[in-house]
DNA sequence: AGAAATTCGTTAGGAAGCTAACTTTCAGCT
DNA sequence: AGCTGAAAGTTAGCTTCCTAACGAATTTCT
């Protein structure tokens, strides 16, 4: 990621070189990615202070309340309140499965996950939140929602609305891309 | 990066159990990160499809019209216009030297850049654009450029504004945060 | 019932970034 | 002049992601 952005007048003058660069689309092009690379450096670095990667953060959010509200040792297969195996939780992590094994793998060791094996079908785990993993989040969780209040903190509550509707409106545009992940191109029959 | 957001009441409901969330705040805060993760990943895929990784794009963008304005085969010495050692490249792409001498080496292997001696400091090198290396942008830039105008399309000319006024808001934000790049905690004397 | 296709999790190997340590060269003091 | 400190570029080793290929288990189709 550049660290310094082009100038505005700079990209009015190579405007005039390239028709297809419109100076106010690549602006904010550029501003999108610059601004939000900067707040998921801070994000990592306190993710990484705890000792901890975006990427294994992002599979204990989502094992988060899937074994929280059951008091006892209740076995996980009751309720289905969020992803439970690699698969799933690759799937909603956006990464690929090879790469949740390794997650869920540093997480085990880590003491974070346990895997088990389901019950009804051999090929599947079930990865599940330890009480140690619950403990770690109570205690990270409370400093990265400070982060983001401290970050959007410099925004009104009608800016923050704006912002998601803008944001909103770019992300349709990238779901109509023929690139896009969330809408790959299907093969024709 | 989380694919799927939590929806705004599950942060709601959030809230009430962690004072600390606010939840227009943790919203704005993972729509930007997660728009900009789309943006940022088809303009990947783009640049993949082509065989040059973003990093690499990046120098070259770097060394843009460094070399560009000279017509015959002046040294690379006149004209401050970019930078031009791979310490300049690495600070101004925001990576660290030892990442910088692996993009160049990569860029020099493909033909795209040259390294050259410094006849003034024997310990530097000056980094140059071949003709490849600007034919190589000159082919792909207007596609870089398009995509941003297509990207930025959903927006009007005053939404666009709008985009960049909020998201420089933010981005003075975390500059001021103790564990931003920007502003690194300098050591008391 | 049994062959074929699919899905599961994993392994192996690659790309790109990082930090830490190193050699070479230069600049600043005495 | 000569030593000390800093800077340039590189190397080595780590992390995290990826793709490709695999064996085991399951489902689907005859």
Redesign the interface.
């Known amino acids: ?4 952005l082009p100038r505005y007048e700079c990209l009015l003058e190579a405007a005039r070189e ?1 028709p ?3 100076p ?6 550029l ?12 994000s990592d ?2 993710l990484a ?1 705890h000792g901890i990667s ?1 990427g294994r953060f ?1 599979v204990l ?2 094992l988060w309340r899937t074994s929280a509200p059951r008091t006892g040792d209740v076995p996980i297969t009751q309720g289905p309140c969020g992803p439970r195996t690699p698969a799933e939780l690759a ?4 990464v690929t499965r090879a790469t949740m094994t390794g997650l869920v793998d540093t997480l085990e060791r880590d003491g974070f996950v346990v895997r088990e094996p389901d019950p009804s079908d051999r090929r599947m785990l079930l990865v599940r939140l330890t009480r140690k993993g619950e403990n770690f989040l109570a205690r990270f ?3 990265h ?2 982060y ?8 009104s ?1 009608a ?6 509707r ?10 109509r ?1 023929p ?4 809408a790959p191109v299907a093969k024709s029959a």
């Open positions: 990621m550049l660290k310094d390239f297809d660069l419109d106010t689309a690549a602006e904010a092009y501003h999108l990615l610059r601004t939000a690379d900067d707040v998921f450096a801070i670095a306190q202070a975006h992002g959010m989502l799937d909603a992590a956006g969780l409370p400093i929602f400070r983001a209040r401290e970050v959007m903190g410099a925004l509550e800016e923050r609305k704006t912002l998601v803008l944001l909103g409106k770019v992300q349709q545009q990238t779901a891309h690139l896009s992940r969330s």
